[in-house]
C-alpha cells in the first residue's frame, strides 16, 4: 500500500501525465454525460420496455457497448460499434483491394486516408442503423412517449444519432491524441464499467432473496469462480513464448562488445483484443439486419443468431474469434523485420541461419503459439453463455469472460503500460517491482 501511495504521488508529479490523466478523465466524463441526454422528441418517463429489451439477450451486449446508451435512448444510443464494424470491412477490403493495400504501406499518410474513409464508411452504416433503432423505439414506447412523430422526427433524430456517434469517435481520437490509452478502447471499458454496478445489484438480489437459485452460498461460489476467471484472463493476456537469441562479439579498437544472450518474448495473443471486439461486432450484424424491432418474433437465422446462450451463435463466435487473432497477428507481427533487426545487430537464434531460415522460424513458432492462444480466447469469450445457463443473471454472467473481461483487463494493461513508461522515463519506479507491464495496444489496428 505504501509503495502504490507513493506511485500516485510519482504520477501526480509528471505534469505531462498528470495533464493527460486529467483530459483523459474529462473526456470520459462528457462521455457519460452524453449517455444520458435522451433524444429530441422522446419522453424519458416511458423508457421501461426499452430497458426490458436490453435486459437480457445480444440487445444486453449491444447495450453494455453503449454503456447503458442504447437502453436510454440516448442521442449516443448506437455507440461506437458501427465505427468498429466500418473498421472491419476496411481492414478486410486491405487484404484483398491493391489500393487499400498501398494506403497501408504509406505510413503516416495512408493512415490518414483510412481514417477518414473508416468514418465515411461509419456515416454510411449509421444511416442504415439509426432508421432501424427509431423503428424499434416506435415499436417498444408507446404513443405517448413521442412528442412528434412522423418523417420529420425519423430525419431529425437519424442526423443526431449520426452526430452522436461521430461524437463519440471525436472523444476517443482527442483521448488517444491528448490523454493516456486508446480512446476507443476506453471508451467501451467506460461503458462496460458502467454497466458493473448494475449487473452486481441483479446477481445479489436475484441470489440473497431466491433460496431457489442458491443463495449466499451460490453467490460466494460465483465470485471464488470470477476470480480465478480474471487471474486465467489476465495471464492469457500478458503470456509470452521467449526465443533465445545471441549476439556476437564485435571488436572496435581495444574493446569488445555483444557476446551475450537475451530472449525475444513472443507473445500468445500478440492480436490482444481486437479479435474479440471485431467478432463480436460481426455476431450484431444480424440484429442489424433483421430490425432491433423482430427479436421477440424472429425464427430461423435471425433467432439462432440472436441468442447469445446457443450453441451455433457460440460455436460461430469463437472460430471468428480463431480466425481474427490469426488474422491481426499477421497484420501486426512481421518476422522478416525481426529477423533483419537481429541481423543488424549481430545476432542469431543458435541453430538456425540468420536471414530468411530466421524469418522462418520465428514465423513457425508464432503460428504454433497464436493457435492454442486463440483457442482459449475463444473459450474465455463463450464462458458467459455458460454462466449464464449454470443460473448467472444475464447482466452479471456478462463479466464472467467474454467480451467485457478481456476488454477490462487489455485496456486496463495497456493504459498502465503507458502510465509505466512516462514513470521509468522520469527514473521514478514503475507500477509494478518488476517495472514492466505487459501491455496489449488495444486498438491500434483502429487508427
Known amino acids: 500500500m505504501r509503495r502504490l501511495i507513493e506511485t500516485i504521488r510519482n504520477i501526480w508529479k509528471i505534469d505531462e501525465l498528470k495533464n493527460r490523466i486529467l483530459v483523459t478523465l474529462g473526456f470520459l466524463l462528457i462521455y457519460r454525460l452524453g449517455s444520458y441526454v435522451v433524444l429530441p422528441g422522446v419522453n424519458p418517463q416511458y423508457l421501461e420496455a426499452l430497458e426490458q429489451q436490453t435486459s437480457d439477450g445480444v440487445l444486453s451486449l449491444l447495450d453494455m457497448f453503449s454503456g447503458g446508451a442504447f437502453s436510454n435512448a440516448s442521442i449516443m444510443g448506437l455507440g461506437v460499434m458501427p465505427y468498429i464494424s466500418a473498421s472491419i470491412v476496411v481492414q478486410l477490403l486491405g487484404m484483398v483491394i491493391p489500393y487499400f493495400q498501398r494506403l497501408q504501406r504509406d505510413g503516416e499518410s495512408g493512415r490518414r486516408k483510412i481514417n477518414q474513409i473508416t468514418r465515411l464508411l461509419t456515416v454510411v452504416i449509421l444511416i442504415f442503423q439509426a432508421p432501424s433503432y427509431l423503428a424499434n423505439l ?42 493516456i490509452g486508446n480512446g476507443i478502447s476506453l471508451i467501451i471499458m467506460i461503458g462496460i464499467i458502467a454497466r458493473l454496478p448494475h449487473a452486481l445489484v441483479a446477481e445479489f438480489t436475484d441470489k440473497l432473496f431466491s433460496n431457489a437459485n442458491g443463495g449466499l452460498v451460490m453467490l460466494l461460489l460465483e465470485f471464488l469462480i470470477l476470480f480465478f476467471v480474471f487471474v486465467g484472463t489476465i495471464m492469457l493476456v500478458q503470456g509470452t513464448r521467449r526465443i533465445p537469441v545471441q549476439y556476437a562479439k564485435r571488436i572496435e579498437g581495444n574493446k569488445q562488445y555483444g557476446g551475450v544472450r537475451q530472449y525475444i518474448p513472443l507473445k500468445v495473443n500478440a492480436a490482444g483484443v481486437m479479435p474479440i471486439i471485431f467478432a463480436q461486432a460481426i455476431m450484431f450484424l444480424p440484429v442489424t439486419f433483421i430490425g432491433f424491432i423482430n427479436q421477440e418474433s424472429a425464427t430461423g437465422f435471425a433467432a439462432t443468431f440472436s441468442d ?48 530468411k531460415k530466421t524469418a522462418e522460424y520465428i514465423d513457425s513458432i508464432m503460428s504454433k503459439i497464436t493457435l492454442p492462444g486463440s483457442v482459449c480466447l475463444a473459450i474465455v469469450a463463450i464462458l458467459p453463455a455458460f454462466a449464464t445457463l449454470a443460473g448467472v443473471e444475464s447482466s452479471f454472467a456478462q463479466f464472467y469472460g467474454g467480451t467485457s473481461l478481456l476488454i477490462l483487463v487489455g485496456v486496463v494493461l495497456d493504459t498502465l503500460q503507458q502510465i509505466e513508461s512516462h514513470l521509468l522515463m522520469r527514473h521514478y519506479d514503475g507500477l509494478m517491482k518488476s517495472g514492466r507491464i505487459m501491455g496489449r495496444n488495444v486498438g491500434a489496428a483502429m487508427h
Not at 451463435?313 to 472460430?319: E, K, S
Request: aromatic share 18%.
Open 308 to 355: 447469445f446462450t446457443g450453441f451455433w451463435y457460440n460455436l460461430v463466435f469463437a472460430l471468428l474469434i480463431i480466425v481474427f487473432t490469426y488474422f491481426y497477428t499477421a497484420l501486426i507481427f512481421n518476422p522478416q523485420q525481426m529477423s533483419e533487426e537481429m541481423k543488424r545487430n549481430n545476432g542469431f537464434i543458435p541453430g538456425i541461419k540468420p536471414g
Open 138 to 179: 416506435h415499436y417498444k414506447l408507446p404513443a405517448e412517449a413521442f412528442a412528434v412523430n412522423g418523417w420529420l422526427f425519423n430525419l431529425s433524430n437519424t442526423i443526431i444519432l449520426t452526430a452522436g456517434t461521430m461524437f463519440v469517435m471525436w472523444l476517443g481520437e482527442r483521448i488517444t491524441d491528448k490523454g
